[in-house]
């Protein structure tokens, strides 16, 4: 093994909690590269796998009461996984990732960056640059027009105050200036705690780290399903809850909904609200990708859910951090690439640029995956209600500031290796297989994706 590969994955597994002696369980293979950029895309994501796939390994030989088993992560593995929003099909039809509002435009004086995937972020985008809802094919060239006449940060000023999703392209310096960014700067990667006394819970013998465990999964795209996804993977029930009234599109769900079961229930509803609190009753995880303040507005704070679980592990996960005037800004990958410099630094002197793949939503997606089987793993050892929290542009500031390319990175891979196919409700389902193993572990999920939002609010089972 070589330093780089050693440095990306301790600097993770420190930041977990982990014991630094497992990490000799974990080796590397498969062909090199696959995420070719300028920054150490392919480091992140091998480092991420890597740590996801230690921990669950060591949450398997604790239920098993044998030796932690060895982890192999393979890097062509690694990179379809990370490319699989843009590899799954559905009877050989594919999807586009991004909407055409979803774009750089030029403004007046650089660069901005809008998110306007979801009707209603369309919606608010337009309603903030005066321009009418109704827009057709038009929309493009309307934006670019009124755009091109306001400053970067008067077009994100203008479309965030009115709930839209706006960023004006920064360098890494501006970003660090800044005082949401040199409050980023601050932070650890991630963040874990202890927030109560609860006993522990007994984690018996079972075939799959996860099997017999309750995860509620209140994420949306892409990192919180990510996590989720892999959860399943290793044995979880996890029912994934949505707002009747936010919209999702079953494309997204064919590549983030493997392994899980979708319902819909309205937390602001006497009835929908009590099936939640029955559910609640008996989960183990819960997992939430809401901006900061929407899901505390539901009496879903930590210490909420704590006095009426006790012993749950609680993952919280955001954009921009829960501190800082950001904290309550709506986010998603590419708006963070725009913010934090990582746009200037793939891009050229004459337009910004990208990773090339949704690297932050991905990574930090196997990071809360792997935070939370950890969490598991110490409430188990010595109880405590367990509080887990990450930020897409902590994770930035980790790529851009913290990782090294390993020595010997290439471009290409083979992606055909790493896919297959299965019946589901769609259709023929070709998707990524999943990078996260260990020696005896799962290699696919047992269930395809459902129908996104139409299971019964129930535990599996039940």
Not at 149 to 168: F, H, K, P, Q, R
Not at 231 to 238: N, P, R, S, T, Y
Not at 402 to 419: I, K, M, N, T, V
Request: with cysteine.
């Amino acid at each position: 093994m070589n330093s780089p590969i050693i440095s990306g994955t301790s600097q993770a597994w420190a930041a977990l909690g982990g014991g630094p002696s497992l990490l000799d369980r974990v080796s590397y293979g498969g062909r090199r590269g696959g995420l070719s950029a300028r920054l150490p895309v392919m480091e992140l994501a091998r480092a991420t796998v890597a740590v996801c796939s230690l921990a669950a390994a060591e949450l398997m030989s604790v239920r098993s009461g044998r030796p932690v088993p060895r982890v192999r992560v393979d890097d062509e593995a690694v990179a379809t996984a990370f490319l699989s929003d843009r590899l799954v099909r559905v009877d050989g039809q594919g999807w586009s990732t991004f909407q055409p509002l979803s774009r750089f435009w030029r403004a007046s004086d650089g660069w901005v960056r809008t998110h306007a995937n979801y009707p209603h972020h369309r919606a608010r985008l337009l309603a903030a640059l005066g321009l009418p809802g109704d827009a057709g094919e038009e929309a493009v060239d309307e934006v670019a027009r009124v755009v091109a006449s306001l400053t970067a940060l008067e077009v994100e000023e203008t479309v965030c105050a009115a709930g839209g999703l706006a960023v004006a392209a920064r360098s890494p310096e501006e970003w660090a200036k800044s005082e949401q960014g040199a409050m980023v700067a601050e932070q650890p990667l991630l963040t874990t705690a202890r927030i109560d006394d609860a006993p522990g819970r007994r984690l018996d013998g079972a075939a799959l780290p996860c099997a017999g465990l309750r995860v509620l999964d209140l994420t949306r795209v892409l990192a919180g399903p990510v996590a989720t996804r892999t959860l399943a993977l290793l044995g979880a029930d996890v029912l994934r809850i949505d707002a009747p009234q936010l919209p999702e599109t079953q494309e997204a769900h064919n590549d983030t909904g493997m392994g899980k079961r979708s319902t819909l229930l309205d937390l602001t509803e006497a009835t929908d609200r009590r099936r939640f609190d029955e559910l609640l009753d008996t989960a183990d995880v819960v997992v939430t990708g809401y901006r900061p303040g929407s899901v505390e507005q539901l009496g879903l704070s930590p210490e909420a859910l704590a006095e009426r679980r006790p012993g749950l592990v609680i993952a919280q996960l955001s954009a921009w951090g829960r501190y800082g005037p950001w904290r309550e800004r709506r986010g998603f990958d590419s708006l963070v690439q725009v913010a934090t410099g990582i746009a200037e630094l793939e891009g050229s002197p004459d337009s910004p640029g990208a990773l090339p793949a949704q690297a932050l939503d991905h990574g930090t997606g196997y990071l809360l995956a792997a935070g939370v089987l950890r969490a598991l793993i110490e409430q188990h050892r010595t109880g405590g209600t367990r509080l887990l929290r990450l930020a897409l542009a902590q994770t930035a500031h980790w790529l851009i500031h913290d990782l090294a390319p390993a020595p010997g990175e290439r471009e290409g891979f083979d992606a055909e290796h790493w896919l297959t196919e299965t019946d589901s409700p769609m259709g023929r389902l070709r998707h990524a297989l999943p990078p996260v193993s260990y020696e005896g572990g799962p290699v696919n999920w047992q269930r395809p994706p459902g129908l996104w939002g139409t299971d019964a609010p129930v535990w599996d089972g039940a």
